[in-house]
Every structure is written in C-alpha cells, then in structure tokens.
C-alpha cells in the first residue's frame, strides 16, 4: 500500500510561483509511473505532467514551459514546480502514482492551488 501526502498548495497572483510536493510511503521505485492531476467543479481530472519509469517527463500543452515536473526517489518525493501561474491553473492539484510492480493506482488527497488577482 502506497500513501501519497502533497504539500505546498496557496493562493498566488498571477504570473507568480508555487511548488508543489508529494512524499511518496513508504517509498518511490524506479518503475513507478509519477505524476499530479488537477480538477476543477464540474470536470474530469485531467493529467498535468507526469514521469513513465525513467522517460522523460510528460506535460500538457497549458503548461509546457511553465510547469516543472521532478522526481527523488532518493527521498521518495515528486515536486511539481509551476511558474507564470494564471488564473486558469486555479484547481485541486492531486499527486498520482502507478506502481511500476503491482499496477494500482494511488492518490494524494489534494492541495488547493488559487491563482487570482
């Protein structure tokens, strides 16, 4: 069983920053798929950026260039910074992770992120 906690959500203006964490228990192995969803009221969870095993990182076309997706399986975390945020990034931001070993899928319980002037 994987537990996922995130960290780091808040209110910014926009064109302003936030980092986003997620600590992965009891840990992160290298064939695990990592990743953060967003949804907002009314819509479907959509995939913001994400990390197959050891590809190189997927994004969304929204936020390519603006969003940073990384992770430590050192420290068994996966960070999502975001930059040049606009208001149409504001939604409940969910760590996700694929177990590269058993094919579950397990979710974070989900961080506000408020981007309005």
């Known amino acids: 069983q994987v537990q996922l906690e995130e960290s780091g959500g808040g209110f910014v203006q926009p064109g302003g920053s936030l980092n986003l964490s997620c600590a992965a228990s009891p840990g992160l192995l290298n064939g695990d798929t990592v990743g953060w969803y967003r949804q907002t009221s009314g819509k479907e969870r959509e995939m913001v950026a994400q990390i197959v095993g050891k590809r190189p990182p997927e994004y969304i076309e929204s936020v390519k260039g603006r969003f940073t997706v990384s992770r430590d399986n050192a420290k068994n975390t996966v960070n999502l910074q975001m930059n040049n945020l606009q208001p149409t990034d504001t939604a409940v931001y969910y760590c996700?992770?694929?177990?590269?070993?058993?094919?579950?899928?397990?979710w974070g319980q989900g961080t506000q992120v408020t981007v309005s002037s």
């Open positions: 996700h992770l694929i177990s590269g070993l058993s094919e579950k899928n397990y």
